[in-house]
């Protein structure tokens, strides 16, 4: 199994796959421990993953929860991780961004200042931070070379939590800089995947690309069937509760967009179809401009008080 080009180590160890068991929520490894962090105002889900070894700890899309009505932020959701990582002991070594999130803002600047740790994404976000800066005529200061971002990787990037080595993957297609992180026998995918009944994300952003997306989902998909795999997003149908947590072989067999046997063309068709239907997320304008800054508010006027900026008819 080889999923870095151009390496020559596999990156996991199949032979050392251990027993996992659950206790709330959480789900565990001999190597990691995973706890999610499902927004329900949002439908996001944010991780912390810690090398058991180390109780080093990766923070993985945190939220920074936001009224639209009102223009208040709360921490409420970071303030809930926060409290998670103190009580167990955990040191934050990342704070992981999969991208450019276009449905809610980013808690990584506000959890950074109490828990310190690196906020890293990927390296195409300055593609993004360009088309957003153009979008919002953001202030002549703010530059689009990801510098206000600690790290950016680049496709197939190791790095180490603790003793547990990280991979980075550049899964464009939703957005051109989605990175996946790889680490231990699980993929944090961001929004390449959803859950089997919910399929895939939109593709329709500036930047996005629905083939793109194919070939990223069937990058994933690749892995070994017992990979686990931890989506960012979960929209329940009816009847169902909130879920994050799948595997390889389940989104193979029962994903409702690209389960096996499913073309690049057939799945273009639908995608392209679908993303013609659905609105505009409500929080894409608010969301984006804090998150091209790596969480940062807005700088604030001479007044003191940040604003955001909302371009009339420029989007939909
Ligand atoms: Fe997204």
Not at 186 to 193: C, E, M, N, R, Y
Not at 195 to 213: E, I, K
Not at 235 to 245: H, I, M, N, S
Request: proline content about 6%; overall charge negative.
């Amino acid at each position: 199994m080889q999923l870095v080009r151009g390496s020559s180590e596999p990156l996991f160890c199949w032979d050392c796959r251990r027993a996992r068991w659950r206790d709330n929520g959480a789900a565990m490894s001999a190597r990691t421990t995973t706890e999610p962090f499902f927004d329900p105002a949002t439908g996001t889900v944010s991780y912390v993953v810690s090398d058991n070894a180390t109780r080093n700890a990766a923070i993985i899309d945190p939220v920074l929860d936001f009224e639209f009505r009102s223009g208040r932020t709360q921490t409420q959701s970071a303030d809930r991780i926060i409290a998670h990582v103190h009580d167990g002991g955990l040191s934050v070594q990342w704070i992981l961004e999969t991208h450019a999130h276009a449905d809610h803002l980013s808690s990584a600047r506000y959890i950074q200042g109490r828990l310190g740790g690196r906020i890293a994404i990927g390296e195409n976000i300055r593609h993004v931070q360009a088309v957003f800066k153009k979008l919002y005529n953001l202030e002549r200061t703010f530059l689009p070379d990801g510098s206000q971002f600690d790290h950016l990787f680049k496709d197939g990037e190791r790095f180490q939590l603790g003793q547990t080595e990280v991979t980075a993957l550049l899964v464009p297609g939703h957005t051109p800089a989605d990175m996946a992180y790889v680490l231990d026998d699980a993929v944090f995918v961001g929004d390449t995947l959803f859950m089997p009944d919910v399929g895939s994300a939109r593709a329709d952003f500036p930047g996005g690309d629905a083939a793109t997306l194919y070939r990223s989902m069937r990058r994933i998909l690749d892995l070994p069937p017992a990979t686990r795999l931890f989506v960012c997003h979960d929209y329940p149908p009816t009847g169902r509760e909130p879920q994050w947590e799948t595997t390889v072989a389940e989104q193979r067999a029962r994903n409702i967009h690209v389960h096996d046997g499913v073309t690049e063309a057939q799945f273009v068709a639908m995608r392209t179809a679908r993303d013609a239907t659905l609105e505009v997320p409500t929080l894409i304008l608010p969301s984006i401009q804090v998150n091209v800054r790596a969480g940062q508010l807005p700088p604030p006027d001479d007044n003191g008080v940040s604003y955001l900026r909302i371009p009339l008819n420029a989007l939909g």
